[in-house]
């Protein structure tokens, strides 16, 4: 989870079914115990509760799933959930935590060494390679989702070989653009969709 929760999964053994009568239906007729005589006849009823219960799983899966887009917010709603963020109540060096659809949001006001130390990074070598202005529209700050791409934690800020994000769960580095650089994340840290209004506020969210 984002708070650094253990995931678990529920593994289900699934148990090949045993026809013990197979053996038994030839001579069914000559078979004078009613018990035994029904028991040849339990393959076909097997395979009708099988796909019966495959048709209730089936539909109660898509139930649900219609339940949830009834019930949830409409596109238009969730589309339109952007906030405003005033940048100049981040002090230099520091990093703000919003919420923002749900998701942790982080806005970092770099000090002159993050930035230079973001831009002199050679980009060809990145795993995700994107250069720092094409992340950070306003060199000063970094607007990104604070969501690990590995498995989803929240790493931690000014933490880790780069000093920039730490995701203590798998051991996964961002520099001071949120670029993986080490662990076994795949991807940078997403930069959400935002437009300064002015040099000291921003935009988050606002869909054209």
Same mark, same amino acid.
């Given at each position: 989870s984002l708070d650094h929760e253990h995931r678990c999964t529920l593994y289900l053994e699934l148990l090949k079914p045993a026809f013990r009568d197979d053996h038994r239906k030839d001579n069914w007729k000559n078979?004078?115990?009613?018990?035994?005589?029904?028991a040849t006849n339990n393959l076909s009823t097997y395979m009708m509760v099988?796909?019966?219960?495959g048709a209730a799983l089936y539909m109660a899966k898509y139930t649900l799933y219609g339940l949830a887009l009834m019930l949830g917010p409409g596109r238009d709603k969730y589309a339109a959930a952007a906030i405003e963020v005033d940048l100049a109540t981040i002090p230099e060096g520091k990093n703000a935590v919003f919420t923002?659809? =749900?998701k942790p949001l982080f806005i970092r006001h770099r000090t002159?060494?993050?930035?230079?130390?973001?831009?002199?990074?050679?980009v060809a070598s990145l795993r995700d390679p994107q250069a720092d202005t094409?992340?950070?529209v306003n060199e000063k700050y970094l607007i990104c989702l604070g969501v690990c791409t590995h498995l989803g934690c929240v790493p931690i800020a000014?933490?880790?070989?780069y000093k920039g994000y730490y995701c203590p769960c798998h051991g996964s580095h961002y520099d001071t653009c949120a670029r993986i650089m080490k662990g076994?994340?795949?991807?940078?840290?997403e930069v959400p969709k935002h437009d300064f209004l002015t040099d000291t506020l921003v935009?988050? =969210?606002k869909e054209d």
């Open positions: 078979q004078t115990n009613p018990a035994e005589r029904h099988g796909a019966g219960g923002w659809r =749900g002159a060494e993050e930035i230079a130390s973001a831009q002199s990074t050679d094409e992340r950070c000014h933490a880790g070989d076994p994340a795949p991807l940078n840290l935009v988050i =969210g």
